[in-house]
């Protein structure tokens, strides 16, 4: 019997729709090439779910995510997302940045500084301040808003568990983002010492957030695995995406305890270039390759990976990549028929 799997896709907005159904082509393609089958169900989620249903995250579409082996997301401008995560525990966000050669003069960072940059942040997605007690009041000084940072001590250890057993199989060093100077009462950096003991080989490396943001920049080969809360990370990690040249290129898994996953690019619905077939669907398409990785199709992967470096080498890029000639400039769907013609070969 052939591999079966089924995906929940959820577009979403704006240049979701666009680099998820780009994405879908390129993953039946290496189906039908490596002997697997997909399934695909569609599902609502952020404003078309709230324009349908009345809520940014339907019950129908908890429960197709609930019946798939993966979700593969798009984008959303409000509402949705952080329910969806929650709602599957999905604490575990890794979003990998490697500079990639063809593309390093892309950075605004000196060539020098970027060469072999491979750094994987782990985010805890479902804690923190984004779902810390939150609101609107008044008092005496007037109208005011807050948002509670709030971890509980075995949330930071399960995440910083996850992240040494990254380390331990790439360069053994782990970076924990922390802000103890300020916020005492988040002590990562302690925590992160006790699941320490059973990682031996992993050399831990705590740094206060500021000069992370800082040393990201003037030293990015440095870091290995850079761990953070939610927060942090979601800054830190478009910095990453600065380091690779483009937003557009990143993708992410977000993983529960059991190995389920939602797999998203990590940048947003870009109206201002929805429905006009320039978004750059790499970022949907990487998240997609993680989802291969999970499911443990090496062979699509290998396909995928080569076919990826050959197309970037040659020069193609979608509009937000491209700069001049001799680059060529292609559209969304010019790039999928590269794919799939890279694939079949
Ligand atoms: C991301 C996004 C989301 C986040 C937004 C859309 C809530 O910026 O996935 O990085 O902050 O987690
Ligand atoms: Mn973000």
């Avoid at 970022?283 to 396909?303: C, F, K, P, Y």
């Avoid at 990826?308 to 890029?317: A, F, H, S, V």
């Amino acid at each position: 019997m052939n591999n079966q799997y089924r995906i929940a896709a959820l577009p979403g907005e704006g240049i979701g729709l666009e680099v998820v159904e780009a994405t879908l082509v390129i993953l039946q393609k290496l189906a039908q090439k490596h002997d697997f089958q997909l399934q695909i169900d569609y599902g609502v989620i952020g404003k078309s779910a709230f324009q349908k249903y009345g809520s940014y995250f339907p019950e129908t579409t908890a429960q197709l995510c609930e019946q798939s082996d993966g979700i593969l997301f798009g984008a959303v401008s409000k509402g949705g997302l952080l329910e969806l995560r929650k709602r599957f525990d999905f604490f575990v966000n890794l979003r990998p940045v490697k500079t990639f050669p063809s593309l390093i003069d892309k950075s605004s960072l000196k060539r020098d500084y970027l060469s072999g940059v491979d750094i994987l942040f782990v985010r805890e997605l479902v804690s923190g301040i984004y779902f810390g007690a939150a609101g609107r009041g008044e008092d005496t000084q007037g109208n005011y808003g807050y948002h509670t940072m709030q971890y509980y001590d075995w949330q930071i250890k399960r995440i910083a568990k996850v992240a040494f057993a990254k380390a331990q199989k790439r360069r053994g060093l782990l970076t924990v983002a922390h802000k103890e100077n300020a916020l005492p009462y988040l002590p990562w950096t302690d925590l992160v010492a006790e699941v320490a003991q059973e990682y031996p080989d992993v050399t831990v490396e705590p740094m206060l957030v500021d000069n992370l943001a800082m040393q990201l920049v003037i030293n990015p080969q440095h870091f290995d695995v850079i761990l953070a809360g939610n927060l942090f990370g979601d800054i830190l990690s478009d910095l990453g995406g600065a380091l690779a040249g483009s937003v557009g290129l990143l993708g992410s898994a977000s993983l529960n305890e059991a190995g389920f996953g939602l797999y998203e690019p990590i940048h947003g619905t870009a109206p201002d270039i929805a429905g006009k077939n320039q978004a750059n669907p790499l970022g949907t398409l990487a998240s997609a390759m993680m989802m291969l990785e999970q499911w443990g199709e090496r062979d699509a992967i290998a396909n995928l990976q080569a076919a990826w470096n050959k197309i970037l080498t040659q020069g193609y890029r979608t509009r937000d990549l491209y700069s001049q000639e001799p680059e060529i400039l292609v559209t969304t769907q010019e790039l999928v028929e590269l794919f799939l013609e890279e694939i079949e070969n």
